[in-house]
């Protein structure tokens, strides 16, 4: 999976909708099977410095993530930043269970951004 929105850094401002999009790699690339995603839910959290605070909101338990043979996928969704949320840090973290061929494995990647008056 490749997250293209948001980017890391990005400044949003409270009660903005914002798009968030990423792509599901070819389940067979370059003659290969890597794996397969199972399940992936995004989250929103606080966070200070490379440390999360709290999970504020659960913005999409059950996303998407089927993905096609040879072609990559993309998926977006949309989501208002909640109209109350004070400046500061904040982060989306995708959380993906990936099905390898024996074995199953969590992946998550978090994109840092901030919330702006």
């Known amino acids: 999976m ?3 929105s948001p980017s ?5 401002q409270a009660g903005e909708k914002i798009v968030i999009k990423y792509v599901m790699q070819p389940l067979i690339l370059k003659g290969a ?7 992936l839910k995004i989250n929103f959290h606080k966070r200070t410095g490379n440390q999360k605070e709290g999970l504020l909101e659960n913005i999409y338990p059950k996303c998407p993530v089927a993905a096609q043979d040879n072609k990559y996928k993309s998926y977006s969704y949309s989501w208002t930043v909640p109209a109350n949320t004070p400046p500061g840090s904040y982060a989306f973290d995708f959380v993906e269970l990936v099905q390898l061929r024996r074995s199953q ?3 998550s990647e978090t994109v840092k951004v901030n919330i702006v008056d």
């Open 2 to 4: 490749k997250i293209t």
């Open 105 to 107: 494995i969590t992946v």
């Open 33 to 39: 099977s890597l794996g397969y995603a199972k399940s």
């Open 8 to 12: 890391s850094g990005q400044s949003i």
